[in-house]
């Protein structure tokens, strides 16, 4: 069964940091894109950032110079460094697998929930 478990959310202060990590079964992650999301309340679920099985990346402008995505396959594991954390930021993030073939087939986390707040 495709597993998608992410962690590391959490309160943090304006100006903090937090490491979010997703861990992924491997049939899955090896040929998949790998993104996280996010959706704050009330509001639709937005992309944050991707990055594909050859480490090309994209950012939504919200997250650029301040977040980083990256994937260790040997983990089967996708990360998101963010820095400099704002209100703004506080959401449930989502990790998100998109299989890199013809049908595309979509898989979602549980998401974990990040708060910026003092």
């Known amino acids: 069964q495709v597993q998608l478990v992410e962690s590391g959310g959490g309160l943090v202060q304006p100006g903090g940091s937090l490491r979010l990590s997703c861990a992924a079964s491997?049939?899955?992650?090896?040929?998949?894109?790998m993104g996280w999301f996010r959706q704050a309340p009330g509001k639709q679920r937005e992309l944050v950032a991707t990055?594909?099985?050859?480490?090309?990346?994209t950012y939504a402008d919200s997250a650029k110079g301040r977040f980083t995505i990256s994937r260790v396959n040997d983990n089967n594991a996708v990360y998101l460094q963010m820095r400099s954390l704002k209100p703004e930021d506080t959401a449930v993030y989502y990790c998100?697998?998109?299989?890199?073939?013809?049908?595309?087939?979509?898989?979602w986390g549980q998401g974990t929930q990040v708060t910026v707040s003092s």
């Open positions: 998100k697998a998109t299989k890199e073939d013809y049908f595309s087939r979509v898989y």
């Open positions: 990055i594909t099985t050859d480490h090309r990346t």
């Open positions: 491997g049939c899955i992650f090896r040929t998949s894109t």
